[in-house]
């Protein structure tokens, strides 16, 4: 799979999608990004540190998947943005914020088509 063109088309869904990213299990964004004239949030070492949180809680998921079977995706809502991560493979994860007020239904629709799930 085109990493780099699915972060593209995610961006493209919705305009309240702020960020659409691929970080590798270092926990470094290595395919997508930013929304073009959206603020970050974060620095980048806070999203990295994130992102490690985030492949640790898929870890402990996974162990779990025997038995309830494999998770789709996650998602937290904050009170300044939504955060929506999907396993990719082993040493993949996609994380996708959106504003708050998007209808992050319709978003995790549209991914879970475009990943084939």
């Known amino acids: 799979m085109d ?15 702020r ?22 949030l974060l620095t980048p070492e806070e999203t990295k540190k994130s ?3 985030a492949m640790a809680r898929w870890g402990l998921r996974n162990s779990l998947s025997p038995k309830v079977g494999r998770g789709k995706y996650a998602m937290a809502e904050y009170e300044k943005i939504k955060r929506i991560t999907f396993p990719l493979d082993p040493d993949h994860l996609l994380l996708v914020t959106t504003e ?6 319709k978003v995790i629709d549209r991914i879970l088509k475009q990943l084939g799930g």
């Open 3 to 17: 990493y780099n063109q699915l972060c593209k088309d995610i961006l493209g869904f919705d305009a309240k999608v």
């Open 51 to 53: 992102n490690l949180q």
């Open 100 to 105: 708050v007020v998007a209808e992050h239904n």
């Open 19 to 40: 960020f659409a990213g691929v970080c590798d299990e270092t926990g470094e964004i290595k395919y997508g990004g930013q929304r073009e004239g959206i603020k970050n």
